[in-house]
């Protein structure tokens, strides 16, 4: 009977490293989409562009503003790129939306520089676009359904083998008793 608690443990510890893997994917991902490198409006910053990581603009404000950012720098032609519809990521307490994304030829140290007309708060930010946030959270998702499932599966199977065991072998006794 300690094959059963064993299989039925193991299900309990698969159910628990999967919540585990689907909270860190979750948080992963999110953490690792808000801006990393931050300015006000005016200031110009240098950003290391790696086209692989699509990097993209945020913006954090309270009051709708009018912006204009531009790029140069590097060793190639970057352009900055509308983003469609409205992607927010909230961090720290900041809630930040994407704006525009860097599309950069190869990579390379840009100049970055954003402005605005109005003299509401605004800062600006550089990081991974919201959609890249997917990938974490889906593996995420995944984690948590298919590392318990094994485990159930295996604790099931288990389950089924030491019951039939045990009934065949009581049936044995019975028939040379």
């Known amino acids: 009977m300690w094959w059963l608690a064993a ?21 992963g991902g999110v953490s690792g989409v808000a801006p990393t490198k ?9 950003v290391a562009v790696d086209p692989a990581d699509k990097p993209a603009v945020y913006v954090a404000t309270n009051t709708a503003v009018n912006y204009e950012c531009q790029i ?19 961090a720290g307490g900041v809630v930040w939306e994407q ?14 520089t954003c402005t605005n007309q109005e003299t509401a708060g605004v800062k600006y930010g550089v990081g991974k676009p919201v959609l890249s946030a997917a990938g974490g959270i889906a593996g995420g ?13 295996v604790a099931i199977i288990a ?9 065949s072998a009581r049936k044995r006794l019975a028939v040379g008793g």
């Open 141 to 153: 998702a995944a984690a948590l359904f298919l590392i318990p499932g094994a485990g159930i599966l």
């Open 38 to 46: 931050t300015f006000a409006p005016g200031e110009s910053i240098t």
């Open 159 to 167: 389950t089924i083998v030491v019951l039939m065991r045990r009934s």
């Open 72 to 90: 140069s720098g590097g060793s190639g032609q970057a352009k900055l790129a509308k983003t469609s519809g409205s992607q927010t990521v909230t």
């Open 99 to 112: 704006i525009l994304v860097i599309n950069a030829p190869s990579k390379g140290d840009y100049q970055l």
């Open 7 to 27: 299989a039925w443990g193991l299900a309990v510890v698969c159910g628990i490293v999967g919540v585990v893997i689907f909270v860190g994917g979750v948080l």
